[in-house]
């Protein structure tokens, strides 16, 4: 007497290790997607912040090129009475790219210049090559500029990961830190804000 076949798929171990072969990949796929959506929601700056409301950490960044006019900084630049806004970026970090232009408008922003809100960066874990060819091809918007090639100081500042933007107070307290690519609509909704909240 002859067996039937089972009307349902294939189930043979050999079938069963290829679909455990690809469960990785997709959990990984998944947890990618997960990421860039709260990425991009713009509520990951809710996450908490030991940081807020104390003074910036001791620091001192030489500069990403020691012949740019941009150079370094230190903690005592963000103690110089000015709202400065940090933006922490990578030149291999595909959302720093994205937020670059928007950066370049804040820079050449007059009204921001007026309120005489500097714009900092801090090249987090970065080769100082390809920082400088990333800024010399899309433009440079920071007024100063530090190397943290092993980011300490972007760990003392309690950065997740990059992009990140803090608002410095004119004494050097951490007012805001702002998770993410900024935007003209995360600016308007969110930093203009809290930039005049550190002005006063």
Not at 149 to 165: L, M
């Amino acid at each position: 007497m002859s067996s039937i076949a089972p009307l349902s798929g294939d189930h043979s171990p050999a079938r069963k290790r290829r679909l455990l072969i690809f469960l990785p990949l997709l959990v990984f796929a998944a947890i990618v997607a997960l990421f860039l959506v709260r990425l991009y929601s713009g509520d990951a700056s809710l996450l908490p912040s030991a940081m807020i409301g104390k003074p910036a950490p001791a620091f001192s960044l030489p500069p990403v090129d020691n012949g740019a006019a941009a150079g370094g900084f230190s903690d005592a630049d963000l103690r110089q009475g000015k709202v400065t806004i940090v933006n922490v970026f990578a030149s291999w970090c595909v959302a720093c790219h994205e937020e670059h232009a928007f950066l370049m408008q804040l820079a050449a922003d007059p009204i921001l210049a007026e309120k005489g809100i500097q714009l900092f960066g801090i090249a987090y874990k970065d080769n100082p090559l390809n920082a400088q060819r990333f800024l010399k091809e899309a433009g440079n918007p920071f007024a100063r500029i530090g190397a943290d090639s092993k980011g300490r100081v972007a760990i003392d500042f309690g950065v997740y990961g990059v992009p990140e933007s803090y608002i410095v107070k004119g004494d050097g307290t951490i007012a805001y830190r702002f998770v993410g690519p900024l935007s003209e609509e995360s600016f308007q909704k969110v930093i203009a804000p809290e930039i005049e909240k550190a002005r006063k």
